[in-house]
């Protein structure tokens, strides 16, 4: 059996967002404050703790969210960063998303943690409203280029990305920023529990078969669609992090349905 679904990430049918643009910028707005709050006195030695992106120390990963949410803030600044990064692609060759983050990093490389915490604690905000603010028929347009992570290439439309992924972008930092200081992420239903099963339906839509899934932890719950798939179980979290192409840390691998990726 599979489960028919309507084709998305397409260039006639970009992928879009499920959520509602109301829910979606309750989580854009509440995950800016959450990621701000994580780095809240954290002593100057786990800034530069490494983090489960290689080429990131805590103190570069926050110096990215930072860049990100000024990107989203103002249209300007969208624009200037973008063309920045096309620079950057032509005279070096790197992916584009590598030129625009590690285009970030660079602009804030003499910025203390004070610094940044103050920037993203201002920052954040700005970038919600600004996000919210983009009217519908904008969100409903394609981005000019295909998007292609984890060799998977497909089309979005403006409000995927600016409805989902840039929520999911920072939020997915947060778990990295938790792992690297040894940290408790703060999970509640009504924020990660709402993001997460956003996640688990695109994921299924991704794949298209049945299933039976088990997510624990405060952010957790149960899904399932059609009969006779496979049935898992694990951590909330640790799902996403499989799906986002991080390593796992329990006994799954990216096998079977997990292979499934779902960008972050």
Known sequence: MTISTAPAGTRKHPRRPALDHSNAMRLAR????????????????????????????????????????????????TN??????????ARTGVEGIDALTGLQVSERSDKT?????????????????SRRRIPAFIRSRRLPEEQSMEGMSE???????????????????RVDLSRATGT???????????LIDDVVREWAGRHGQPYRLRLTGPAGGTWSEGDGGPELEL??????RILSGRAPESSFTREGLLRTFVPF
């Open 235 to 240: 951590d909330a979290v640790e799902f996403c």
């Open 184 to 194: 408790d992420m703060v999970l509640t239903a009504e924020h990660d529990g709402v």
């Open 30 to 77: 509440d995950e800016y404050a959450r990621v701000a709050d994580a780095v809240v006195g954290l002593s100057p030695d786990q800034w530069t703790l490494p983090t489960d992106c290689p080429e990131w120390d805590v103190r570069a990963m926050v110096a990215h969210i930072c860049g990100m949410a000024a990107m989203a803030a103002t249209p300007w600044e």
């Open 155 to 173: 089309w979005w439309s403006i409000g995927f990305l600016t409805d989902v992924v840039l929520t999911r972008d920072p939020w997915m930092h």
């Open 113 to 129: 943690p004070e610094q940044l915490t103050a920037e993203l604690r201002s920052i954040g905000p700005k970038a919600a409203g």
């Open 80 to 89: 200037r960063q973008m063309s920045a990064a096309k620079k950057i692609v």
